[in-house]
């Protein structure tokens, strides 16, 4: 079992960056493919970035891609989204996800939540 803490969330003008973690406890953090998610309000929650186990490969939805990176460090058991040229579109609460196998799209491919963190893009 994996527990996840979302950090780095906050207001940013558009065009600005944010670089979000999530740090995960267990001591097979280097099992689960990580998968950040989004929800805005009466929103349903949408596919943001993933990344596999090992971290070779990385996935991001259209309408982030060329500005969001996923990337993970297994010895600090740590998930990152760095967001740049935000807009205000991107405004959402921000979840990391993890998953016990390799990575998927849809919310309810993964096994384990964090509480999110709010990301505000004020134009």
């Known amino acids: 079992q994996v527990q996840l803490v979302e950090s780095g969330g906050g207001l940013v003008q558009a065009g600005g960056s944010l670089r979000l973690s999530c740090a995960a406890s267990g001591r097979t953090f280097s099992s689960y493919a990580m998968g950040w998610f989004r929800q805005a309000p009466g929103k349903e929650r949408e596919f943001v970035a993933a990344m596999t186990r090992s971290g070779g490969f990385t996935y991001y939805a259209d309408s982030v891609k060329g500005r969001f990176t996923i990337s993970r460090d297994n010895a600090k058991k740590t998930v990152y989204l760095q967001m740049n040229s935000l807009k205000p579109e991107d405004t959402a609460q921000y979840y990391c996800?993890?998953?016990?196998?390799?990575?998927?799209?849809?919310?309810?491919?993964?096994?384990?939540w964090g509480q999110g963190t709010q990301v505000t893009v004020s134009s």
């Open positions: 996800a993890a998953r016990g196998t390799e990575w998927g799209r849809r919310p309810e491919d993964y096994d384990y």
